[in-house]
């Protein structure tokens, strides 16, 4: 009978805290009103969130926040407190009620009594001290009942659903992905898609503002995907020259013609233009992603901090943070046949800015026996309004070599017009490849890129012009490069070493010049250091 009298009264005492605890709980929040709005994230959506609000003022709750941003957070048993990591390992925080207070990264933020609340599941804070303490500012519309929560940091989430987004694009350059079923795609004479707008003005103290506007609109145009992108600043005039607009029509069936755009193109043209085309481009190249077979390693520099995507035919392969020189290193999938690379990098203030041009992979292969030609026939911005017209046609002698051949034309060449053309491209290991162009009385050039073990990749560049050619705009005679770069992966360190021999020769002089890079972070520190 002593035992059952003992577990009696332990469970007496369990329920009369239980009582006590929502009692107080009860006596807590009766100030605040519980009720649920629409919480949208930029980059993710809108979510319902059960939160309070006392005075037009609102309180989130700390864990089911962090929870879906997927930043690590710990509860205590009765929630009076909140500890965890922000992002990074080593920016702790903790938020205490019994001391209204909030330590993160060495500082101490101090919280007014009552701007902390506690029930029975959660802890609510309220939502200014997120954007003070944790840079996740939060608007919100007492009259709406909904909240926008931005920040500058790039939320786990949100990583993850990069992720998985260049998980399932990667997969798809490999053809990892098979069909079973195919759904024919419909061409519809008109159909409106997207439109999305910016509007960004600078003040600056000195006085005077900056104003830049953009409209871009997305539509399907006799069965052709047209895009519309407009531009404005007051700090320069609205001309043709900075829109963007082309209508891309394809068709996968085709075997004679897969592929047409008209309007802005991205040409890799032999000859220099510095100006944007505007045009007509042909092609049989399917919009299907052949096998992907190897990597190229793609580096170039930005704007310190700001973050590049890096897209492989339109889609999303990677992406990566520049570093505080702004150094940025991609591995690019090399897939058969050619592709198209773009680049674009986003700002810390909402900046955007893309770049495809003058950026290519310098490896075009074919399967074995298959034919592929590109004509292309534009206009080009420049002040004479020149005329430029390319064909080329590549063929796959094997699954390891690919020969080209075509001519370019361009008619503000002063004296000879057209240039014809040879290339070839050549795999002679899974690790070594083998590329190279010559065109007729104008210019050689080669590339040889080797992979060795722990991921050392060797390239060697060479490039040749004919002495008074007046195609490409170049100051010298003959380019010798030597590019030595390894990556370094361990547990708190990434990092990148890059080495770079050159030897130019001009007319009357010869120029060496070398280059040692290193760039890395550790720890959520990020460094570079280079010496020329």
Request: proline share 3%; net charge positive.
């Amino acid at each position: 009978m002593a035992g059952i009298y003992t577990w009696l009264r332990i469970i007496f005492v369990l329920i009369s805290s239980l009582v006590l605890a929502g009692e107080c709980a009860a006596q807590e929040t009766s100030e605040y009103e519980p009720t649920s709005i629409a919480l949208k994230i930029s980059q993710i959506g809108v979510v319902d969130v059960g939160v309070y609000i006392k005075d037009q003022a609102l309180y989130l709750p700390v864990t089911g926040l962090f929870s879906f941003l997927k930043i690590q957070n710990t509860p205590s048993p009765g929630y009076d407190s909140v500890t965890g990591f922000f992002i990074n390992k080593q920016a702790e925080y903790v938020i205490d009620r019994a001391l209204n207070r909030i330590q993160y990264q060495g500082k101490v933020y101090d919280v007014k009594p009552g701007d902390l609340i506690r029930t029975e599941t959660n802890l609510y804070l309220r939502s200014e001290y997120f954007g003070v303490v944790f840079g996740l500012q939060c608007v919100f519309d007492f009259y709406s009942l909904s909240a926008v929560l931005t920040t500058n940091n790039e939320l786990p989430v949100i990583r993850e659903m990069r992720i998985e987004m260049m998980r399932r694009n990667i997969s798809r350059l490999k053809d990892d992905l098979k069909a079973d079923t195919i759904i024919r795609r419909k061409y519809p004479l008109f159909h409106f898609g997207m439109a999305d707008w910016a509007f960004v003005n600078t003040q600056k103290i000195s006085g005077g503002n900056d104003i830049s506007m953009n409209l871009a609109l997305g539509s399907v145009i006799a069965g052709g995907e047209a895009n519309l992108t407009l531009n404005y600043s007051n700090n320069r005039p609205f001309t043709a020259k900075q829109q963007y607009y082309l209508w891309h029509y394809a068709n996968n069936s085709s075997s004679l013609l897969r592929q047409v755009r008209l309007g802005k193109i991205a040409v890799q043209s032999t000859s220099s233009i510095f100006s944007s085309l505007v045009g007509v481009q042909f092609t049989n190249t399917p919009t299907t992603f052949r096998r992907s077979f190897g990597t190229y390693t793609l580096s170039d520099r930005t704007e310190p901090g700001w973050i590049v995507e890096l897209y492989v035919n339109t889609v999303l392969v990677d992406y990566q943070k520049a570093d505080a020189s702004g150094f940025f290193s991609f591995e690019v999938p090399l897939v058969y046949g050619s592709s198209s690379i773009l680049l674009r990098f986003y700002g810390p203030w909402g900046e955007e800015r893309s770049r495809q041009q003058d950026i290519n992979i310098p490896f075009n292969f074919l399967p074995r026996r298959k034919l592929e030609y590109n004509a292309t026939i534009a206009m080009v911005e420049d002040s004479r309004n020149s005329i430029f017209s390319r064909l080329i046609l590549n063929y796959g002698l094997s699954n390891r070599i690919t020969v080209g051949i075509g001519a370019e034309y361009l008619s503000s060449i002063a004296g000879r017009n057209m240039i014809p053309f040879l290339s070839y491209s050549l795999r002679l290991a899974s690790n070594l490849l083998i590329s190279g162009e010559y065109a007729y009385d104008t210019r050689f050039k080669s590339i040889i890129s080797y992979t060795l073990p722990m991921n050392l990749h060797v390239e060697l560049n060479y490039t040749s012009f004919r002495k008074n050619q007046r195609v490409v705009v170049a100051n010298f005679l003959e380019d010798r490069k030597l590019v030595i770069s390894m990556p370094i992966h361990k547990s708190h360190l990434s990092s990148l070493i890059r080495l770079t021999l050159d030897q130019m020769f001009f007319q009357q002089s010869k120029n060496y010049s070398g280059e040692l890079l290193f760039t890395g972070s550790a720890y959520g520190i990020s460094a570079n250091i280079t010496t020329l």
